[in-house]
């Protein structure tokens, strides 16, 4: 069975940090570009990241810039999203998400598979 599982979200102050995984099963991560989206309550579904398969080519939401980082681990078939330097309009649920047909250029635009999403929420 083809599966993505996001973990890691949760509830942290402004200014703290999280890390979110994305592990795949069922699939061999390294052959899609990966992708982190996020959607908050009441507002569209936004791209925040995306990397291409083999990990050389990757991109960020001006709003992300600086203080998000993906990364990956084709050994472990997982996908990472470090978040820093919080800020309560990153409160959302985020969402990884494989692209076949971008892999080689981390292009995450033509989706094929979608995990279940974790609830990230930025407050005092």
């Known amino acids: 069975q083809l599966q993505l599982v996001e973990s890691g979200g949760g509830l942290v102050q402004p200014g703290g940090s999280l890390r979110l995984s994305c592990a795949a099963s069922?699939?061999?991560?390294?052959?899609?570009?990966i992708g982190w989206f996020r959607q908050a309550p009441g507002k569209e579904r936004e791209g925040v990241s995306c990397?291409?398969?083999?990990?050389?080519?990757?991109n960020y939401a001006d709003s992300v810039k600086g203080r998000f980082t993906i990364s990956r681990d084709n050994a472990k078939n997982t996908v990472y999203l470090q978040m820093n330097s919080l800020k309560p309009e990153d409160t959302a649920v985020y969402y990884c998400?494989?692209?076949?047909?971008?892999?080689?250029?981390?292009?995450?635009?033509?989706?094929?598979?979608w995990g279940q999403g974790t609830q990230v929420t930025v407050s005092s």
């Open positions: 990397i291409s398969g083999l990990g050389s080519s990757t």
């Open positions: 069922g699939f061999t991560l390294n052959r899609y570009a």
């Open positions: 998400a494989a692209d076949f047909s971008g892999a080689l250029v981390g292009s995450c635009g033509d989706i094929d598979y």
